[in-house]
Nanobody, 121 residues
Framework: QVQLVESGGGLVQAGGSLRLSCAAS????????MGWFRQAPGKERELVAA????????YYADAVKGRFTISRDNAKNTVFLQMNTLKPEDIAVYYC??????????????WGQGTQVTVSS
């Protein structure tokens, strides 16, 4: 079983950038497909980005394409989400998640505790 801890959230002005990190422990992250989800107040949790075990395959939600980049450093057991050109509609709690299977947009098995991202207009 893997444990996930997110960091890097905070308050940023619209147009600014943040880089979220997800540190894994317990098992090597290279054995998991990894995803970043977010949940805004009053809304359902949604998949924002995902990356395959090798890092060669990625998925992005339409709302973040061209602005967010997911990456992984398997040697450091860490996954990242670089968020650029942030908008007020990006305000949410962001969660890191892992799944054993290979499909990027299927259900995920393990979750971090979340990190808050707030964008001021």
């Amino acid at each position: 079983q893997v444990q996930l801890v997110e960091s890097g959230g905070g308050l940023v002005q619209a147009g600014g950038s943040l880089r979220l990190s997800c540190a894994a422990s317990g098992r090597t992250v290279s054995t998991y497909t990894m995803g970043w989800f977010r949940q805004a107040p009053g809304k359902e949790r949604e998949l924002v980005a995902a990356i395959s075990k090798s890092g060669l395959g990625t998925y992005y939600a339409d709302a973040v394409k061209g602005r967010f980049t997911i990456s992984r450093d398997n040697a450091k057991n860490t996954v990242f989400l670089q968020m650029n050109t942030l908008k007020p509609e990006d305000i949410a709690v962001y969660y890191c998640a892992a799944r054993s299977g290979n499909v990027l947009w299927a259900s995920y098995d393990y979750w971090g505790q979340g990190t808050q991202v707030t964008v001021s207009s």
